[in-house]
Every structure is written in C-alpha cells, then in structure tokens.
C-alpha cells in the first residue's frame, strides 16, 4: 500500500516542500530511505520503529521503503521523523490517508513517542502558508513561533499519540494563538548582549559623537586606542541608540534565529536588535557563515544589528577579507557544488584594536616597546580595501583621572544618557527618511542617489575637492566622506551639507593610510 504524507527540508533561510511517500510490499522486514538523505535522516528508522513500539503501535513486519522527492534536493536532520512515522502508520492501514491531506509536519521523535522541537519552524510554516495547507503539525516546543505566521492553523503535539489524536480530531480554526509579548520576547536575542546606558562613558567626546552619526546613517565605525579607553564600552552602548525593528524586521530576524537553531523553545517574535560579538580567533565558515551544511556565521546573525569585532588586528587577514562585499551589498552568497544561498547581512560593523601589539603607540605616559616593522606587520593584517569600507575612523584617547573622578570635591556633570541621543537621533533619521528615496539612511545610498540627496554648498564642494585631491582618496571613500557629512547635517537639522559638516566627517577618516599617523 502507498502513502504519502508532507514535509520540508531548509534549504538557506526558506523551506521546501517534500513528500514522504511510504511504500510497504512483501519481502524481508526493513526499512529503507532513498532521496538523498543524510545521516540523521537514515537514523530515523531506528528511532520510528522505536516511537510506533513503545507508542502502542505496530511498526510494518514486511519490506518499506521510503522516499523523500525531490530526490535530488539534499535532506537533513530529525525533522523527518514525524511525516515518516505518520506515512508509515497510513500504509500499514492504522491511519486513515484521508487524515494526511494537506496537513504539513516536522518533528524529531523520541524513542518514547515523544515529539522534540526542532529548528527552522517558522521557515516551514510560511513555506506551509505560501503553499496552502490545511494545517501545520508541530512539536509542542515549535508551537508558539510558527504560531506567528497569520492564517495557517497549528496543531502542536507533544508526543506521538497526541498527532493522533489531532489528526483524527482536528480543533476548529488555529489550535494555538502567537505568544503573548513578556519578558522573555524583550530579551536580546540568543548569542546577543544587552545594551549599555551612554551614560556609562566618561570623556571621550569625539567617540561619542563618532558613536551617533554611526547609529543615525548606519554607518561602519572603527575605534583605535590604548587599551581601558573605553572602546568596548561605547560599542556595546550602539544597540541602545538604534530605532526600533520593524514587524517585518522582527519576523525575519525570528526566522534567521530559527534556521539557525538558536531560538528559545516557546520564544515570540525577536525584538532587541542583535550584538554579536565573535572571538578574533573565529574561522571563515564561523563569521561569514558556511560549513558542510551552509548555516548562517555571525555575519547574518548581526542582521539588522550590531557586529562587534574586538581585536580587529587580531583577526586573521583571510577571515577578514570576506566582509568586503557584504558590508556594502548588505547580503552574503553562498556558492558551493549543489546549491547558492543568500543570507542577509545589514550589519552595522563596530570594529576596535588597539594602535600596534603593545598597544601604547602615541600614548603620552606610556612608551611604546613596538618597532616600526612590527606595527606595519600589525596593521598589515588590516587590508586597505576594508578600511576603505569604515566610514568613521576614530583615534581614541585614554582618559584622565579628572575625568574619570565621580566627583568627590566637586560634582561632575552626568554625561547624556542613551535615552536622550536616542530621541535626538530618532528626529534625525525621520528627515533621512523622509528625503531618502525608498526610505534608505544615508550609509545605503548609492552614488545617483547620494548625487540627488547630497546637497552640498559651494564652500563644502570645494573642501571635498580639496580633500579628496590631497589626501589621495579613492572613489569609494570620497563618497563615504559624503554620506557621513549628510548624516552630520542631518544631526544638525541643516537642509544642505555646509562646509562645517564636511570638515568634521574629515576628522573621522583617520586611517585611510594605515602606516601613516601610528
């Protein structure tokens, strides 16, 4: 007898449809699947016969074979136990095959019966939704995410028997409602920070305000300085200053956490924008993203977050290298024998090092033990390309004693807290909107664009000329000295770019030259 019951296997972020077709004919007991499965696939013939046993079923005494179209679509993970075992119990007559019709469902069974989440459900339940099935069977644990998908019923099961139960029985309309928000969906994501307050920097006025024209036009921001600066503190302090994601932000973020297996069970909608912070000791597949399965790197996970990268220097140059493209386009291909996948990638990069090895280079207290050779070597790792793609480059200093004193024989002035920027910067990014076509901020914008939005005075049209000539700028980095001067008078409230908002984005570029100003 056949049967045949729906599935879906992640192929990048997306789902795609696969029928589990069950054929049971006379021969020697055994179960059999062919379709390009992998090795967690192939193990689900133990762990059926396991399920239907100890659930109080009759796992098939003859030949069954299994297959999963199409067949030449790679299939992976346990999320085929669930469709297999419900196939297998409609070819061996326990099951109505009437009960499978457009019922989709994924799910790794135990060898109890019982139903273990698995990832990628919010994928397969807009894949379920886009493809018109009657309802979506899921583990208990998957329930509430694929719940976030409008107008596809979902019927969660916490084991074996209760997939029965709702199949025989279905619930009228949606057996589960979207999680409620609390504060377990106000939580950073799972592998993120939570922000600090600016309020916690003392001094450093010229990274602060590096910091703000970062979080207003999105732009790339590179911190050098001696160690204890305060460089990790004020780029932890850059998600707090960030508007809030979008709804559709928010369902797509959810789903990338979800491909990559790092959502909480039971977890509503994410609504923290991401900091990922990796090790400089991290490899290619681990930043850019990759491996044997291509599953998203920190690069993605970052996506419409912060990517923190601490020890710049420290990274390996072929690691680092990879960021080229991405940065700019704002998503990352994957190529590889079988298959090219897309994963976004609109980060906004926060990189810090220190100024060479020892890190005390230009400090006036503390001599620097580093030879000539050795920073070249150090900032060597640093390709020139990728620094061009750093809109504000700032040299941090070590701050005082007076300024780090919390005021015992006088009170200090509170620094302004993240609340306050965060207003200033939400009026500033209403006008970037608001002006920008497709509502881009300024660090997206391409060169018409920027040609149609730069408006720049006569005065600062002669300092850019200027600027660019002396300098030696190429074309990429003329164009960002733009973007952020539009941001700065964005800040300023000023329709037009004077020369005023250009010399200060000049005063971020520090770097353009890596052996020069060390």
């Known amino acids: 007898m056949l049967a045949r019951c729906s599935g879906a296997a992640l192929v990048g972020l997306e789902a795609v449809e696969v029928a589990v077709e069950v054929d049971i004919a006379p021969g020697l007991p055994g179960l059999q699947i062919v379709g390009l499965a992998d090795a967690a696939v192939q193990e689900s013939r133990e762990r059926v016969r396991a399920a239907l046993r100890n659930s109080g079923l009759r796992p098939p005494l003859t030949r069954v074979v299994v297959s999963l179209a199409p067949a030449d679509l790679r299939k992976q993970g346990p999320a085929f136990d669930l469709p297999i075992a419900l196939a297998v119990l409609a070819a061996s007559g326990q099951l109505n ?65 209760e997939a029965l139960a709702l199949l025989g029985r279905p619930p009228r309309g949606s057996a589960l409602q979207p999680a409620a928000g609390g504060a377990e969906e106000d939580s950073p994501p799972a592998g993120s920070e939570g922000s600090r307050d600016l309020a916690e920097v003392q001094g450093q006025a010229h990274g602060r305000r590096a910091l703000e024209i970062a979080a207003t036009g999105q732009h790339h921001l590179l911190l050098v300085g001696p160690p204890g600066s305060g460089k990790t503190l004020l780029a932890r302090c850059l998600p707090g200053l960030l508007p809030p994601l979008l709804p559709q932000e928010q369902l797509e973020l959810t789903q990338l956490y979800s491909v990559a297996g790092l959502l909480p069970p039971a977890h509503g909608l994410i609504r923290q924008r991401p900091f990922r912070s990796p090790h400089h000791s991290c490899s290619a597949a681990a930043l850019a993203g990759g491996g044997s399965s291509l599953r998203p790197g920190e690069l993605t996970l970052a996506h419409r977050g912060v990517l923190f990268l601490d020890e710049l220097a420290e990274f390996r140059r072929d690691v680092l290298n990879q960021l080229r493209q991405p940065l700019e386009q704002g998503e990352l291909w994957l190529s590889r024998a079988r298959q090219r996948l897309r994963f976004p990638c609109a980060v906004t990069l926060v990189a810090a090092t220190n100024p060479c090895p020892c890190g005390w280079a230009g400090d006036p207290d503390h001599p620097c033990r580093c030879g000539t050779a050795q920073r070249l070597r150090y900032w060597g790792r640093l390709a020139g390309p990728l620094l061009d793609r750093i809109d504000l480059q700032v040299v941090m200093r070590r701050p005082s004693a007076s300024q780090l004193r919390p005021g015992l024989d006088r009170p200090t002035p509170a620094a302004e807290s993240s609340g306050a920027v965060a207003q200033r910067i939400a009026a500033a990014r209403e006008r970037m909107l608001q002006r920008n076509p497709g509502g881009l901020a300024n660090g997206a914008l391409s060169s018409h664009q920027l040609g149609q939005c730069g408006r720049l005075n006569a005065a600062a049209l002669n300092l850019w000329q200027g600027a660019v000539e002396q300098r030696c700028l190429s074309a990429r980095a003329a164009e960002r000295l733009l973007r952020v001067a539009r941001t700065i008078a964005d800040l300023d409230d000023r329709a037009d770019v004077e020369a005023s908002a250009l010399a200060e984005a000049l005063s971020y570029r520090s770097f353009d030259q890596p052996d020069q100003g060390l």
């Not at 990628?120 to 009657?134: I, T, V």
């Not at 329930?143 to 979902?154: D, I, K, M």
């Open 97 to 161: 095959p009437a009960l499978l019709e457009g019922i989709w469902c994924a799910g790794e069974l135990g060898l109890g019966g019982a139903l273990r989440p698995v990832r990628g459900a919010l994928s397969l339940a807009l894949a379920a939704q886009r493809h018109g099935a009657r309802a979506l069977l899921l583990p208990a644990a998957n329930g509430a995410e694929a719940a976030l998908v409008e107008g596809l019923p979902v019927w969660p099961a916490a084991r074996l028997q």
